[in-house]
């Protein structure tokens, strides 16, 4: 049976049988992959604390082609959120990133890019200060880019135009429309320049600049609501998605960015 090792996320620990855990792992080598760690919750296990969620670790496991489950061998750490875990803000938009993962990443390939994403947030989460929001929604709109659900803010639909002072979107269709084409968009509602800048600072900037860049108000508040939106016309559709979880922990939050 083949040895395979990578650097994986762990996104989900769940019980198994009587003293062992399932992990769902996001694997920077080899994408979505479910191993079962025999013997983790006995008292003397040999992986210590380490197999949990948020948990950056060297898998080494069995690979079986034909079997869903492979078999863990040996785990060793990389990184650990010490600080997300104290901040139960922090430790429930990460584990919403996790989820998000989870939902839109198919299975049986790895996508470094995406993986690199999941990391690079989790790290910028542990020494956020401020904007841990403003940097929950970088993640989500780099992650649809990076797995093909791009909403496509970059330019004008009908024009090609790329500064849009104002526009609309059309959810069905997934297009934005400057000014001058908003009549061409047969739904839709419209978006504010702020919203614009705010998703495309969002798309673009370093992380470590989204958690210390000054936001106009209510812009953040405005991509929170586009991307809901977004969601709801979208992920369901392009792959029958059930993103029902995704967006109840997102639904939780609305209140605080309704504020925002
Ligand atoms: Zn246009």
Same mark, same amino acid.
């Given at each position: 049976?083949?040895?395979?090792?990578?650097?994986?996320?762990?996104?989900?620990?769940?019980?198994?049988?009587?003293?062992?855990?399932?992990?769902? &792992?996001?694997?920077?080598?080899?994408?979505?992959? !479910?191993?079962? *760690?025999?013997?983790?919750?006995?008292?003397?296990?040999?992986?210590?604390? %380490? %197999?949990?969620?948020?948990?950056?670790?060297?898998?080494?496991?069995?690979? !079986?082609? =034909?079997?869903?489950?492979?078999?863990?061998?040996? *785990?060793?750490?990389?990184?650990?959120?010490?600080?997300?875990?104290?901040?139960?803000?922090?430790?429930?938009?990460?584990?919403?990133?996790?989820?998000?993962?989870?939902?839109?990443?198919?299975?049986?390939?790895?996508?470094?890019? *995406?993986?690199?994403?999941?990391?690079? =947030?989790?790290?910028?989460?542990?020494?956020?200060?401020?904007?841990?929001?403003?940097?929950?929604?970088?993640?989500?709109?780099?992650?649809?880019?990076?797995?093909?659900?791009?909403?496509?803010?970059?330019?004008?639909?009908?024009?090609?135009?790329?500064?849009?002072?104002?526009?609309?979107?059309?959810?069905?269709?997934?297009?934005?429309?400057?000014?001058?084409?908003?009549?061409?968009? %047969?739904?839709?509602?419209?978006? =504010?320049?702020?919203?614009?800048?705010?998703?495309?600072? &969002?798309?673009?900037?370093?992380?470590?600049?989204?958690?210390?860049?000054?936001?106009?108000?209510?812009?953040?508040?405005?991509?929170?609501?586009?991307?809901?939106?977004?969601?709801?016309?979208?992920?369901?559709?392009?792959?029958? %998605?059930?993103?029902?979880?995704?967006?109840?922990?997102?639904?939780?939050?609305?209140?605080?960015?309704?504020?925002?």
């Amino acid at each position: 049976m083949p040895i395979r090792r990578t650097e994986a996320i762990i996104l989900k620990s769940m019980k198994m049988g009587e003293t062992s855990n399932l992990l769902t &792992l996001y694997s920077r080598d080899f994408g979505l992959l !479910k191993l079962i *760690a025999k013997g983790a919750r006995q008292s003397r296990s040999r992986y210590g604390g %380490l %197999l949990q969620p948020l948990y950056v670790i060297e898998a080494i496991y069995y690979h !079986k082609e =034909t079997r869903d489950l492979q078999l863990l061998s040996q *785990a060793s750490l990389i990184w650990a959120p010490r600080r997300v875990q104290l901040d139960i803000e922090k430790l429930g938009l990460c584990l919403a990133c996790c989820e998000m993962v989870l939902r839109l990443e198919g299975e049986g390939h790895g996508n470094p890019a *995406a993986y690199g994403l999941l990391r690079a =947030t989790l790290e910028t989460f542990e020494r956020a200060e401020s904007n841990i929001r403003s940097l929950f929604l970088a993640f989500q709109v780099r992650l649809l880019e990076l797995l093909g659900f791009s909403p496509g803010m970059d330019h004008c639909f009908h024009c090609q135009e790329r500064t849009i002072r104002e526009g609309r979107y059309d959810f069905v269709n997934g297009r934005i429309y400057c000014r001058n084409c908003m009549s061409m968009a %047969l739904q839709g509602r419209t978006v =504010t320049q702020d919203m614009i800048d705010a998703y495309r600072d &969002l798309a673009r900037l370093p992380l470590a600049s989204v958690i210390t860049k000054a936001f106009p108000k209510g812009a953040i508040a405005g991509v929170y609501h586009f991307l809901h939106d977004f969601f709801r016309y979208h992920l369901e559709e392009v792959r029958q %998605l059930n993103a029902i979880d995704v967006l109840k922990q997102l639904k939780s939050m609305q209140g605080a960015f309704s504020q925002a």
